[in-house]
């Protein structure tokens, strides 16, 4: 006999649990009503699959047309997170149909999920309910290339054409078999004489909107005794020739975070070594913002930001990478590349409506 599915909110099953879903729900500035559950005595069922209801609401004043949204979840807020594996995620809209999704981490201290919504009117809202814990029927919506304006995970090694931005003297290109990708990452290993940069491009962006570029990374070449960028990641306006950068600058056995800036100079941030790192430069037609995360496990443990006040006003700017020898010696760099990708960025809010379970009946 086939069994029946009903939705059962997690609420019921302890008192921490009810704590942790009040922090979670927030009353929302407009009336946004989560998903109907029908309710039933969680003791009666065989636990399915878990969900979580996102409420997202347009704030941009005009209709959005398959917009890609995210939510960042504690993983302590999130019920039987251990159930919730990357393969058996996927998001659904409020009539049950599937949403192109990617998740972009899953950590023991947080889960990342994107996911595309054909359309939320202005000033309109809609519900995305996210499962997890049981089979995945649509395996076939995980397309980060359906969610991003670029998307490059590095799983096979591609062309990607010199560039020279200027920002770093005597730019170069990569030579053969300094680019290679390895176990889904793209190592960049080149040997730099004193003096020089090697550059490539990923893409070219028209800014004619805000975008987030955004990139993880990590350096993975031993201390050197140079000053010398073992990684940056640049845009690089070939008409103005304006740009901004984050690296990593490295000297001896001191590692640290720069920012490239036209008008304001270098600015540092503090040590930083070999963990992995969030990267984020934000390009509008009027400025550019970033920001690096350095982070383990999922854990943020250092965050900087700069702004840039040169204007990109629809520019079409290069995107891409480099590595780059500030010192009087030849270096050997090697940088890890996870991933890559370009975002339309618009407002929107996003809440947690409800958090639960599907179980079947007998």
């Known amino acids: 006999m086939a069994m029946t599915r009903h939705h059962v909110p997690l609420k019921p099953l302890s008192l921490s649990l009810v704590f942790l879903l009040f922090a979670l729900v927030v009353t929302p500035a407009l009336s946004v009503p989560s998903i109907s559950l029908n309710v039933q005595s969680i003791?009666?069922?065989?636990?399915?699959?878990y969900y979580i209801d996102v409420n997202i609401t347009n704030l941009e004043g005009a209709t959005l047309v398959n917009q890609t949204f995210n939510v960042t979840i504690p993983a302590d807020r999130i019920p039987a997170y251990s159930l919730l594996k990357a393969g058996n995620v996927y998001a659904v809209d409020e009539n049950g149909n599937p949403l192109y999704y990617w998740v972009m981490r899953r950590t023991s201290k947080v889960f990342t999920v994107f996911f595309r919504v054909p359309r939320i009117e202005?000033?309109?809202?809609?519900?995305?309910?996210?499962?997890?814990?049981?089979?995945?029927?649509?395996?076939?919506?995980?397309?980060?290339?359906?969610?991003?304006?670029?998307?490059?995970?590095?799983?096979?090694?591609?062309?990607?054409?010199?560039?020279?931005?200027g920002i770093f003297g005597n730019s170069q290109s990569f030579a053969d078999?300094?680019?290679?990708?390895?176990?889904?990452?793209?190592?960049?290993?080149?040997?730099?004489?004193?003096?020089?940069?090697?550059?490539?491009?990923?893409?070219?962006?028209?800014?004619?909107?805000s975008y987030e570029i955004v990139f993880k990374f990590r350096r993975g070449s031993d201390a050197q005794n140079s000053t010398s960028y073992p990684f940056y990641m640049f845009i690089y306006d070939p008409d103005w020739e304006g740009y901004d950068y984050i690296?990593?600058?490295?000297?001896?056995?001191?590692?640290?975070?720069?920012?490239?800036?036209?008008?304001?100079?270098?600015?540092?941030?503090?040590?930083?070594?070999?963990?992995?790192?969030?990267?984020?430069?934000?390009?509008t037609p009027y400025n550019s913002t970033?920001?690096?995360?350095?982070?383990?496990?999922?854990?943020?443990?250092?965050?900087?930001?700069?702004?840039?006040?040169?204007?990109?006003?629809?520019?079409?700017?290069?995107?891409?990478?480099?590595?780059?020898?500030?010192?009087?010696?030849t270096v050997n760099l090697l940088a890890y590349v996870d991933w890559v990708y370009v975002v339309h960025r618009v407002n929107y809010d996003a809440e947690i409506g409800e958090m639960g379970v599907e179980c079947g009946c007998n």
């Not at 003791?43 to 699959?49: H, I, L, P, V, W």
């Not at 056995?253 to 720069?258: G, N, P």
């Open 122 to 165: 202005a000033n309109g809202w809609r519900v995305v309910r996210i499962y997890y814990g049981s089979d995945n029927p649509y395996r076939g919506y995980r397309k980060p290339g359906k969610l991003f304006v670029y998307f490059e995970n590095f799983n096979r090694l591609k062309n990607y054409p010199h560039v020279d931005t």
């Open 247 to 283: 690296g990593i600058r490295e000297k001896g056995s001191r590692f640290k975070f720069e920012f490239g800036n036209d008008w304001n100079g270098r600015k540092m941030g503090s040590k930083a070594g070999k963990q992995y790192y969030l990267g984020e430069i934000l390009v």
């Open 290 to 329: 970033g920001r690096v995360e350095k982070f383990s496990n999922g854990k943020t443990l250092v965050s900087h930001g700069f702004e840039n006040y040169y204007e990109f006003f629809y520019s079409t700017v290069s995107v891409g990478f480099g590595q780059a020898n500030g010192g009087s010696s």
């Open 177 to 209: 078999g300094e680019l290679q990708v390895k176990n889904g990452r793209l190592a960049v290993n080149s040997t730099l004489s004193s003096g020089t940069s090697k550059e490539a491009q990923l893409t070219t962006l028209t800014v004619d909107g």
């Open 43 to 49: 003791e009666s069922c065989t636990a399915g699959r």
